[in-house]
Structure formats: structure tokens, C-alpha cells
């Protein structure tokens, strides 16, 4: 399969600081990625869907102005949590669209978000 | 609003048995449909897709589609203590859509 990195894979920052998570297409580009959320014991969360070159669709209920993303290249897109606070902490997971037509898509290993 | 229902489990099998998992979906214009395993911790990994009616074998999974029923199930043999995971089943519409997930069901394999 395809793959797809993420970093960092765990951070710890403070609370009203901010927080860039990249999430890279390694051996394919994709020209659009995801990005999800996802609480202890809970299911995956979309949070918004990144095309390249274009603005993002956030999901609704997902503050964009908070969660910045920007997918600038084939093959990166960054997920900037801004102002962040303890109610953010999670696990963000990045996925790649990989294909036309009928395609299959791949998630990064995450990275785990603890704002203290 | 599109719907993905799974089973939340616990399913326990004991090692060596088939592991039934179970997916209903609410949008009859699904096209694509994937099931995902998820280690507690870790990321969704991309087990299964299929497209069509049927069964599709892969290793010791197959998965089994039957679209009139709305009904996408996965079959896991010979079970290993390693197949004990969180399975997300997952749908599509069309192409450009996103992913809907289901909350998955948990499966313990006893050793």
C-alpha cells in the first residue's frame, strides 16, 4: 500500500501556543488529503478534506480559523492548530486519497496532541 | 444523514476460529466500500476494498459485499491473538465524496 508519514507523532505544547502537524505523501502525490481527529475510545472524526492548490472544506462544527490547513505541494499538507487549548488534545490522523475513479485511501500513524 | 452501523463488540473468537464481522450502511448509492483494522493507539490500516458484489479473498480475509441488502461483512480465518483489533468498516459514494465510517467493532482473539 501506500504510503503516508506524519510529524511529529507526539507533541506536548502549551496552552494558546501553536502547533504545526505535516503529513506527507511518500511515494505517491496526492492531490487530496484528510484530516481527522480522533478521542480516546471514540471514532475517526473528519475534520476537513485538503485539495492541493485549493482551500480546504472543513467538516461542519470545525472551526477553520482554528485548525489552519494548507495542502501546498502533491505531496504535503499541514494541519496548524492555532491558539491551541486542552480541549484539543487528541490524536489528529492525516490520509491520502490514493488513485482515481475507484480509489483507496491511506492514513498516516497520527500524531498525538497534548495541550497542557 | 449517511449511515455506517457496526457491531461496537466485543466479538471474542478463540485462536484458529473465523471471525464474522458485520456492516450495515443507510446510502443506497454506495460504491466503494473498505474495511480498516485499528491497533489501540495506532492509525486505521487499510485491510480490504471491494467494489462489487461477491466475495474478495485476501489471505485469510475475505470480504463479502451484497449491495440490495446494504451489507458488507469481513471474514478473518485461522484467527491469531495478532488479529485483535478495533475492524472500521467504511463507505463510499462516489468519488469524490469522503469516507463514512462506522464506530467499529472490537475483536479479541483468546489464545
Known amino acids: 500500500g501506500a504510503v503516508v508519514s506524519q510529524h511529529p507523532s507526539r507533541v506536548i505544547c502549551k496552552s494558546g501556543t501553536s502547533v504545526k502537524i505535516e503529513c506527507r505523501s511518500l511515494d505517491f502525490q496526492a492531490t487530496t488529503m484528510f484530516w481527522y481527529r480522533q478521542f480516546p475510545k471514540q471514532s475517526l472524526m473528519l475534520m476537513a478534506t485538503?485539495?492541493?492548490?485549493?482551500?480546504?472544506?472543513?467538516e461542519q462544527g470545525v472551526e477553520k480559523d482554528k485548525f489552519l490547513i494548507n495542502h501546498a505541494s502533491l505531496t504535503l499538507s499541514t494541519l496548524t492548530v492555532t491558539s491551541a487549548h486542552p480541549e484539543d488534545s487528541s490524536f489528529y490522523i492525516c490520509?491520502?486519497?490514493?488513485?482515481?475513479?475507484?480509489?483507496?485511501?491511506?492514513f498516516g500513524p497520527g500524531t498525538r496532541l497534548t495541550v497542557t | 444523514q449517511k449511515e455506517v452501523e457496526q457491531n461496537s463488540g466485543p466479538l471474542s473468537v478463540p485462536e484458529g476460529a473465523i471471525a464474522s464481522l458485520n456492516c450495515t450502511y443507510s446510502?443506497?448509492?454506495?460504491?466503494?466500500f473498505f474495511w480498516y483494522r485499528q491497533y489501540s493507539g495506532k492509525s486505521p490500516e487499510l485491510i480490504m476494498s471491494?467494489?462489487?458484489?461477491g466475495d474478495k479473498e485476501d489471505g485469510r480475509f475475505t470480504a463479502q459485499l451484497n449491495k440490495a441488502s446494504q451489507y458488507v461483512s469481513l471474514l478473518i480465518r485461522d484467527s491469531q491473538p495478532s488479529d485483535s483489533a478495533t475492524y472500521l468498516c467504511a463507505v463510499r459514494n462516489s468519488g469524490n465524496t469522503p469516507l463514512v465510517f462506522g464506530k467499529g467493532t472490537r475483536l479479541s482473539v483468546i489464545a
Open positions: 471491494i467494489y462489487s458484489n
Open positions: 485538503s485539495n492541493e492548490g485549493s482551500k480546504a472544506t472543513y
Open positions: 490520509s491520502a486519497r490514493v488513485g482515481r475513479g475507484q480509489y483507496e485511501q491511506y
Open positions: 446510502d443506497r448509492g454506495s460504491q466503494s
